[in-house]
């Protein structure tokens, strides 16, 4: 089973849909009214926490779990190893490498989305919210900035501030797009967390060309699991945990 909710756990399942001896069901959260189409049978919505999710492990006679979800998703993450522990199966964990700092960049590391507004300061600023619809409600610790809060679905409610603007958009984003967006709303900061990969990159490097300081929230520490951090990668660890002649079932 793939826990997913990222480009990557999709990826992963199709390569693993293509081999015969593999089936799998990939996990969603249930945050997104419209998940993107996938490519192996989905079910939908928490387990109740990692006891249940061990139950559905063994009740459904897995072999492998992968946790292939965002880097921020720290609970599922958390949950993962102990449940996979718990079933008495393997796991392993498809991790983006964080993004470098490179020349140019005008990033602040902070802890938390709340540190990250704090750190505007007292000065009213043009703010790009960059973190998704979950947290944004943290910028109404500081009205004094105008927003541009970009999300997959609304955010619900809406923000109680004066100054906020919502864009709705899923990624992947381009670096024009990114520096006409930033342009348009004369954005002076940005809020955004190091989630890696490629698809949501283009803000960073925007931030880069244009001059624009990044709030940039860091990762809680990774856990012990074996990690990889491309598809290619997973599918050798697999490969490894389950030689061909062996493979029934993820
Ligand atoms: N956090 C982000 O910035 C971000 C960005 C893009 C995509 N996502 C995706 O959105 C989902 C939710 O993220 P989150 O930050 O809310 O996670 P989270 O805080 O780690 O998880 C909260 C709870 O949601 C359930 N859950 C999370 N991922 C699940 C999955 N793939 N399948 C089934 N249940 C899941 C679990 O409920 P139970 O304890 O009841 O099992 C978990 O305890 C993740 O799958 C993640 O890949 C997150």
Known sequence: MILGGTSEARL??????????????????????????????VRIGGFGGAAALADFLKAGGYDLLIDATHPFAERISANAPFAAETAGIATIALRRPEWQRLPGDRWREVQSIAEAIEALGPSPRHVFLATGRQGAHHAEAAPQHHYLVRSVDPVEPPLVLDNVDYVLDRGPFTLDGECDLLRQHDIDAIVAKNSGGA????????????????????????????AVDTVEAALAAIDHLFPPAMKRGV
Do not use: F, H, N, W
Not at 22 to 40: I, Y
């Open 12 to 41: 992963l399942a199709e390569a693993l849909a293509a081999r015969d001896e593999c089936d799998v069901l990939l996990s969603l959260a249930g945050r997104t009214e419209k998940p993107a189409t996938q490519p192996v049978p």
């Open 199 to 226: 698809a949501t990159y283009a803000k960073i490097e925007a931030a880069r060309l244009l001059g624009i300081e990044v709030m940039m929230v860091t990762r809680a520490p990774a856990s012990t699991v074996k």
